[in-house]
């Protein structure tokens, strides 16, 4: 009985040792599932959390342009008011030359005529002398 005993109990080893190894595999498997799952809800939330930075990023770069458009818009408002005023001034300028230079022709005239008329009557006075 010894003999059958002892092969009994080799067969239940071997059987228990296959056992033993198919629950191994089976768990590698599972580990190995539960990794690739791992990893790939890992890579989902990574993608995830890059498109809501892509989309913030878009945000803040959009609201950073309108600023720089709107500060663009008031320089260029104040640059034509400035370019406006220039225009006018030198406007202005010009009519007050024009004007000068009217008065000062009218003031040459009149010099003119009075040096004309000065010396006429100096030459009377000295034909009378």
């Known amino acids: ?32 599932h539960l990794s690739e799952e791992a ?3 890992a890579q989902e939330e990574f993608e995830e959390r890059i498109e809501n930075k892509k989309e913030e990023m ?11 458009k709107n500060d663009f818009e008031k320089e260029r408002a104040e640059f034509a008011k ?5 225009k006018r001034e030198i406007e202005e300028h010009k009519n007050a030359a024009t004007q000068a230079r009217s008065q000062l022709n009218e003031s040459l005239k009149a010099a003119d005529t009075k040096d004309g008329a000065i010396a006429k009557l100096q030459g009377q ?5």
Do not use: C, G, P, W
């Open 58 to 68: 878009v945000v803040e770069m959009t609201e950073k342009l309108e600023a720089i």
């Open 39 to 41: 990893e790939q809800k």
């Open 125 to 129: 006075i000295k034909e009378l002398r």
């Open 1 to 32: 009985m010894k003999y059958e005993d002892k092969m009994n109990k080799n067969s239940i080893q071997l059987q228990q040792q296959f056992i033993n190894d198919e629950v191994a595999k089976h768990m590698e498997i599972y580990k190995e």
């Open 82 to 86: 400035t370019i406006f005023t220039l």
